[in-house]
């Protein structure tokens, strides 16, 4: 049975950081795309990164770029992300999922993402405030 489970959220004020981990059961990381998108309260979804399966390139779109980082941990067999300079706005319950390919809209240098994930876990709270 495949689980995919998150972890790491918290309440952190406006300008903290949090590092939020996606671990598995059932499956390796390592064979998928890996992404992570947010729910706020009264909002549509929004795919926050998403690092390939093949290339390792990584994909962000704007109200996320320059703060969030993507990664994997070899050693912890998840997949991180970092979230600096944390803002209000990104309040959220987190969630990761796996996919064959990360899937966006490229604007530019803008990227919208829209990745179809397979699996998907439960979420961790992400709480921006003083």
């Known amino acids: 049975q495949v689980q995919l489970v998150e972890s790491g959220g918290d309440l952190v004020q406006p300008g903290g950081s949090l590092r939020l981990s996606c671990a598995a059961s059932g499956l390796s990381l390592d064979d998928y795309s890996v992404g992570w998108f947010r729910q706020a309260p009264g909002k549509e979804h929004e795919g926050v990164s998403c690092i390939s399966r093949e290339d390792g390139k990584t994909y962000y779109p704007d109200s996320v770029k320059g703060r969030f980082t993507i990664s994997r941990d070899s050693h912890k067999s998840t997949v991180d992300l970092q979230m600096n300079s944390l803002k209000p706005e990104d309040t959220a319950v987190y969630y990761c999922?796996?996919?064959?390919?990360?899937?966006?809209?490229?604007?530019?240098?803008?990227?919208?993402?829209?990745?179809?994930?397979?699996?998907r876990g439960q979420g961790t709270q992400v709480t921006v405030s003083s």
């Open positions: 999922g796996v996919a064959p390919i990360c899937q966006y809209v490229r604007y530019g240098y803008s990227y919208y993402l829209s990745t179809v994930f397979e699996h």
